[in-house]
C-alpha cells in the first residue's frame, strides 16, 4: 500500500484579497478577491490558519489536514510586524508583553504573555492606498511574536493599549519566514515538520 504524498506551500497574501480560493455564494464572489490558484494545484490545498482581510503576509498551505490541524492547535509562534498610528511608548510595549483584556466571541479576554518590541520601518511594497498611512498621525512600527491566535487578535491588542493597527504582515510561522517572497507569489516546500522546530 502506497503511502500518500502531500504537497506543502508558502504564499505571501497581499491586502485586500480573502485566505480562501473561492466561495459557494456567486454574488460574493464577484466583490471579493479569493487568493490565486497556483499552476497544477493539488486536489485538498488548505490553507493552514487565516490571515484577515486586511492583512498581508506569509499563509501556509497544506494537502495534510491532520497536519493542518496539529499546526493550528500546538502554539506555534507567528511574528507579525505592526504599523501603528501614533509612536508607541515604552508602556505600552510592556502592556502588549504582559498582555492585556481585548474583546473576543462577546467576552472579555485577556492575552497571554507575547514578546514585543518596536523595529526600524522595514522594507516592503508600498502599502494599499486604502490604507490612507499619510493620512494618519507620524507612525510607528513594532514587531510581536504571538503563541495564540484569536480573531484580530493583534489589532485588538495594540487598540487596547492606544496605537491602532494601520498596516499588519505577518513574517514568520514557526521557523518559515515570508522571505524571498513578493506579493501573490507561492512556493512549494519540501514539508512542514520544521515548524516543529524550536523557534531562536
Known amino acids: 500500500m502506497s503511502s500518500i504524498i502531500h504537497k506543502h506551500y508558502k504564499f505571501y497574501k497581499p491586502f485586500g484579497v480573502l485566505s480562501q480560493f473561492s466561495s459557494n455564494n456567486l454574488k460574493e464572489d464577484k466583490k471579493k478577491q479569493f487568493l490565486p490558484k497556483p499552476e497544477n494545484i493539488p486536489d485538498g ?10 492583512s498581508e503576509g506569509l499563509l501556509l498551505f497544506t494537502t495534510d489536514g491532520k497536519l493542518s490541524d496539529r499546526i493550528n492547535r500546538s502554539g506555534i509562534e507567528k511574528e507579525y510586524y505592526a504599523q501603528l498610528d501614533g509612536l508607541i511608548t515604552h508602556n505600552a510595549i510592556v502592556q502588549l508583553c504582559k498582555g492585556v483584556e481585548i474583546g473576543f466571541e462577546g467576552k ?4 497571554m504573555p507575547c514578546v514585543a518590541k518596536t523595529i526600524q520601518s522595514p522594507e516592503f511594497s508600498e502599502a494599499d492606498k486604502k490604507l490612507r498611512i499619510g493620512s494618519h ?6 514587531s510581536i511574536t504571538l503563541t495564540e491566535g484569536k480573531f484580530r487578535q493583534v489589532r485588538k491588542m495594540t487598540a487596547a493599549v492606544g496605537f491602532p493597527t494601520l498596516r499588519l504582515i505577518r513574517i514568520r510561522v514557526g521557523t518559515i519566514t515570508l522571505s524571498e517572497l513578493s506579493p501573490n507569489e507561492f512556493k512549494e516546500l519540501a514539508f512542514l515538520a520544521e515548524l516543529f522546530t524550536k523557534s531562536k
Do not use: A, C, F, N
Not at 490545498?45 to 486586511?54: A, H
Not at 472579555?108 to 492575552?111: D, E, G, I, L, R
Not at 498621525?137 to 513594532?142: D, F, G, V, Y
Open 45 to 54: 490545498l488548505m490553507p493552514v490558519g487565516r490571515l484577515d482581510e486586511k
Open 137 to 142: 498621525r507620524p507612525s510607528s512600527w513594532i
Open 108 to 111: 472579555k479576554y485577556t492575552t
